[in-house]
């Protein structure tokens, strides 16, 4: 089928809730995709920080294949192969004791919710539900992750909103102390914030957010969704802050693009979900679980976060020397390979120029161009996406 065939029939079709490029893509490759034409492009949107480990990585395609022969899919009323040896290796590589799994990132964030209130209430009491969430966050698009996120624009129009959620400044710790009250139960934020721009906590902010929940008996929710699994350089992002949450979300990357999310916990927390109080049909099923082994098996062997961050530091000092040439950028900021370019306005043109000249870009709250290539990206494929926008910017510059 032709692009504008696809395009036709997406129109007439399918909810128009997203601005659509006009372009179908219809294959990949690594870190190049290809589109129903057969115009190739270079790709540093990676389905949003989804598939880190490049499109069709070939021991993601044999675990899915192999499992699809298998058992696609069980109910969790019985045990799953999977399903518990991936919890096994998420829990050995991480802070976490047990997994929750669900099918995306608004359902990995809707379960901590619930989790982080039914701990409280189990421990505190019914008046103690308050979440304490971050301005310019993004959680999903559930009402209670709408509710969560601190960005007016995707909740306007969905009133009511659900109680107990207030937003302070993000990277404000004095904010965030004033925040805190006797119905307090948690504080919910990304480590990084990515839809809010790439916003990168300063120095000591992450341990001070940590102290404050643990003089108060306040859970720490970190919402790893987008920076998580490899994307920073670390598995985790809070690891480059010395800090552990109490709950962790994971989706996006965890499964390659085989949806799943999931939701990590102590014990002592985790405790207070018992059979009955939770529950995902599809959530971890055999071959999510079996996709997510194979994306942590290769994430180990194929030294992964080495090449995340050694290439992030490559991507960084491109970026930066393009921030010395042009004075409409106001600043480069990231780590390993979430970056953003934040400039002077909007990105959305640069974002156009980019997919003409066979580049995928993506823009973030406006004005910040967001890098996201596929954690195995090689340098030579980021010095072709370097001489891409470094002539993208020179024609902005007019
Ligand atoms: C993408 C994202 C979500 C929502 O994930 P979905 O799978 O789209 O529901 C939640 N939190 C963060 C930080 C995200 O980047």
Known sequence: MKTEEIIDKTEKYVASTYGRYPVALVKGEGAKVWDADGKEYLDFVSGLAVCNLGHSHPAVV????????????????????????????LVENSFADKVFFGNSGAEANEAAIKLARRYSFDHFGKDRYEIICMKQSFHGRTMATITATGQEKFSKGFEPLLPGFRHVAF?????????????????????????????????????GV?????????????????????????????EHYGIKPDIMTLAKGIASGVPMGAMLATDKVMSSFVPGTHASTFGGNPLSSATGIAVMKAIYEEKILENCAEMGKALEKRLKSLKKKYAFIKEIRGKGL???????FEGGDIVQSALKRGLLLNCAAGKVLRFLP???????????????????????KR
Request: net charge negative; glycine share 8%; aromatic share 4%.
């Open 171 to 207: 990277d404000d710790i004095t904010a965030l102390r004033k925040a805190i009250n006797p119905r307090t139960c948690a504080v919910m934020l990304e480590p990084i914030q990515g839809e809010g721009g790439v916003n990168i906590p300063s120095e000591g902010y992450l341990r």
């Open 338 to 344: 979430i970056y953003g370019m934040e400039l002077d």
């Open 374 to 396: 596929p954690l195995t990206i090689t340098e030579g494929e980021i010095d072709e996406m370097f001489a891409t926008l470094d002539s993208l910017l020179t024609e902005a």
């Open 62 to 89: 044999t675990a899915i294949k192999d499992q699809a022969e298998k058992l696609i899919h069980v109910s969790n009323l019985y045990h799953i192969e999977a399903q518990s040896e991936l919890a096994k290796i």
């Open 210 to 238: 940590r102290e404050l929940c643990d003089r108060n008996n306040i859970l720490l929710i970190l919402d790893e969704v987008q920076v998580g699994m490899g994307r920073t350089g670390k598995l985790f992002a809070h």
